[in-house]
C-alpha cells in the first residue's frame, strides 16, 4: 500500500509540472503572416483588459483577441483605439497555440490588426 501513494505522489508531481511548463509556456512571435492564422469581421466591442491590453471581439465569433500591452505606451490611447476599430471591417492575425490556461482557445493574442486592408498595429516578423 505505501509503493501505491510512493507512486501516486509521483505521477501527481510529474503531471503538475507538465501542466506548470505548458501553462508558461510563452506566445510564439514575432511570425510571419504565413504563420499565422487569419480571421476576419467586424469589431463588436474594443475594451480595456489585464496590465493595459487593447481587447477586441467580433460579431458572429465567441473569441476574444488581444494586443498585450498596447496601452501602457504613453503615445496610444484606448479613446483612439477604440475610434480606429470599432464598427469597422479587421483582418486580424494570431499565432496558432495552445495553453491548458485557455484549452478552449477563446482568448487569443494578436500579431497583427489591419482595417480596411491596411496594417495598423502589428509585430509580425518581416
Not at 70 to 82: C, G, I
Not at 87 to 99: D, M, Q
Amino acid at each position: 500500500m505505501k509503493k501505491f501513494f510512493k507512486y501516486a505522489l509521483v505521477l501527481l508531481g510529474v503531471d503538475v509540472l507538465l501542466f506548470v511548463l505548458l501553462a508558461l509556456k510563452p506566445v510564439p512571435s514575432p511570425l510571419t503572416k504565413a504563420e499565422c492564422i487569419e480571421v476576419s469581421g467586424i469589431v463588436s466591442s474594443v475594451y480595456g483588459g489585464g496590465v493595459g491590453d487593447l481587447v477586441l471581439s467580433l460579431e458572429n465569433d465567441d473569441r476574444q483577441y488581444y494586443i498585450n500591452r498596447l496601452l501602457t505606451n504613453e503615445d496610444e490611447s484606448f479613446e483612439d483605439w477604440h475610434a480606429r476599430l470599432k464598427g469597422k471591417e479587421v483582418t486580424l492575425f494570431f499565432p496558432n497555440y495552445w495553453t491548458p490556461l485557455d484549452y478552449a482557445s477563446k482568448l487569443r493574442h494578436l500579431s497583427a490588426v489591419e482595417v480596411e486592408g491596411a496594417e495598423v498595429w502589428g509585430e509580425l516578423a518581416e
